[in-house]
DNA sequence: CGTTTGACTACGC
DNA sequence: CGCGTAGCCAAAC
């Protein structure tokens, strides 16, 4: 599953999602996995408890340059997923609340505010994707 | 090569 | 609510 050449359309898909996420919205890790169609050859039960770390994977792999607004995309429980207090994290909540979005003060978004409501149609069928899941 | 690490989540207590 | 943990495996070391 994901081996080559999968594991390159995976990454590749994973970026292209992030990258519609508006400014002053954000996604969670398994929102962004929902969205990503089904592999032919993996059970969609293991890959629905995969793919959230694989994602997580991906964005570490983002590339420079490419304009990919990776801090957009934080836990499911509104948390930002570096170690409090990390230059990475500082800098995630920095560009997050340059962007409008607020943290409460234990660190946490509340997702029923800021959470991105999904891609459109026109990203849906072009990249054929799924419609995202509802976050819990 | 073998071992450790990790930008996750759901679930139980 | 918060905290611990099982499930899982590609990368990184």
Do not use: C
């Not at 792999?61 to 948390?79: A, M, Y």
């Not at 570096?82 to 234990?106: I, W, Y």
Request: proline content about 11%; hydrophobic content about 40%; aromatic content about 10%.
């Amino acid at each position: 599953m994901f081996n080559p050449p999968n594991a390159k359309t995976f990454f590749e898909t994973v970026w292209e999602i992030v990258l519609q996420i508006p400014p002053g919205a954000v996604s969670s890790y398994g929102q962004i996995a929902s969205m990503i169609p089904p592999d032919a050859d993996m059970e969609p039960e293991r890959m629905r408890r995969l793919a959230p770390r694989w994602v997580g994977t991906a964005l570490r792999k983002t590339p420079r340059g490419k304009s990919i607004p990776w801090h957009r995309v934080i836990n499911s429980r509104g948390e930002i997923s570096f170690p409090a207090g990390s230059p990475q994290a500082d800098e995630q909540r920095r560009l997050l609340e340059q962007e409008g979005v607020e943290f409460d003060r234990r660190g946490r978004v509340d997702l029923r505010r800021f959470a991105w409501a999904g891609p459109d149609e026109a990203f849906l069928r072009r990249w054929d994707l799924l419609p995202p899941r509802a976050l819990g």
